[in-house]
């Protein structure tokens, strides 16, 4: 028997103002592949394509490797490239059953990896300059708990 699902619903929470310029603009789309179901399979499929509707560009970021801390609470004993080799992998089944929702985006998009951004050239630079505000400016410190808070 098929079940009745209610459809899924796409919003973004900001004020009016900043959907206006939505049109001109290039989103990121930070997925979290641990416990997210909000971005995966259908649910994945229904925010590109609201993305689709109202972006001109999309950059999918898949912080895959990134859970491999996650990884390391959940088995102790595994070593760092055991934990890696898992990140990875997790990241290509995901990216393998998203594939056709990325696929169906026509603006311009890109997928990328968590290793990919570690690895940019300016990584190090912003990086330091992110840990000196956080470091001598109290709002953005405050912003980035807040922020941290929320998420």
């Known amino acids: 028997m098929l079940e009745n699902k209610p459809p899924i619903r796409v919003r973004f929470l900001c004020p009016e103002e900043e959907k206006q310029v939505f049109p001109s603009s290039h989103c990121i789309v930070a997925v979290s592949i641990l416990g997210q179901p909000k971005t995966d399979k259908e649910k994945f499929a229904a925010i590109l394509k609201k993305i689709n509707q109202r972006f001109s560009q999309c950059t999918i970021l898949l912080a895959d ?67 000196e505000l956080y470091e001598k400016n109290s709002q953005f410190r405050i912003s980035i708990f807040n922020s941290v808070q929320e998420y």
Request: neutral net charge.
């Open 65 to 131: 490797t990134l859970h491999r801390h996650t990884f390391k609470i959940l088995n102790e004993t595994s070593s760092d490239r055991q934990l890696y080799d898992q990140a990875i992998d997790a990241g290509t089944q995901w990216l393998a059953r998203n594939q056709s929702a990325i696929d169906a985006l026509t603006i311009p998009h890109t997928t990328m990896r968590w290793q990919q951004w570690l690895e940019h050239a300016n990584y190090k630079s912003m990086k330091a300059l992110i840990d």
